[in-house]
């Protein structure tokens, strides 16, 4: 068997030159309403106004911009609910190759219309039917195409991670840290940059309540598979951990944690009326479980990921309309 090779800091440092200038370095925001909350400081770092409106550009472009040549004339090929989608077609655009995107029939349009407008190829499954993997490598054999997944890569997580690494070198070191966990692209980056800037931050991962594989996964140490979750945060949906993200997040994260789709719709609304933020509901995940443990961070400095803001407004406005009537 085959011993992976982990990436590291140096990976996110590198990633992190790779990036500049084409990546946003994005705004760390605060709010007096939430530190009066809290009793605490809390950091915001708004990847929702990252280049295709999520982190998942950093990821992307740090992988495509390490092909090689015959690479880059043959191809890409991905699978992703949506910000994935659009970060390796706009990367593709922008190294000038061609991009086939894998997309779930039941996409937000938004996501889908900012794929197909990059230039890219789109090819739809039934997320709750197909298995996009196989999909994608089926694709990548058959055209000579380089497959990167969402989550599950070195380069990958080595450009999520420099997200965190601008959060460090902003705001100093933090006492906890929480981190939204689909596939662990982002946390497991994190963790790198997490452990090497602030070593005694506790890092906390947070996943949907309804599908907690990454919870179930940390706690009993191997990787647990689940079916698609049904939950809002679809850039959460994920069935599991991958073989690059689990040892990182197993070695170098404190807990996993969950939220409830009513939490990030309450933290949708918040975001938008206080701190005139669109976030999505994945992207609300994070600040969704530091809620809950506020009593417990009072006098700390706290950093909240915002991983993503691509959500259908007519979607936002729905969710909100629904939350207000059921209260």
Partial sequence: MNTLTLPTFDDVVAAAARIEGHA??????????????FGAEVFFKCENLQRIGAFKFRGAFNALSKFDAAQRRAGVVAFSSGNHAQAIALSAKLLEMPATIVMPHD??????????????????????KDDREQIGR????????????????????????TAAKELFDEVGPLDAFFVQLGGGGLLSGSALSTRALSPDCRLYGVEPEAGNDGQ???????????????TIADGAQTQHLGHYTFPVIRRDVDDV???????LVDCMGFFASRMKLLVEPTGCLAFAAARQM????????IGVMISGGNVDLARFSELLANAATAG
């Fill in 24 to 37: 946003h370095r994005t705004p760390v925001m605060t709010s007096r309403t939430v530190n009066e909350a």
């Fill in 216 to 230: 179930q996964s940390f706690r009993t140490g191997a990787i647990v598979h689940i079916d698609t979750p049904k």
């Fill in 138 to 161: 089926d694709l990548a054999d058959k055209h000579g195409l380089t497959l990167i997944p969402p989550y599950d890569h070195p380069d990958v997580i080595a450009g999520q991670g």
């Fill in 107 to 128: 996409a937000p349009a938004a996501k889908v219309a900012a794929t197909c407008g990059y230039g890219a190829n789109v090819v739809i499954y039934d997320r709750y």
């Fill in 294 to 301: 506020k009593a417990q961070l009072q006098g700390k400095r």
């Fill in 257 to 263: 944690l969950t939220a409830s789709d009513a939490e």
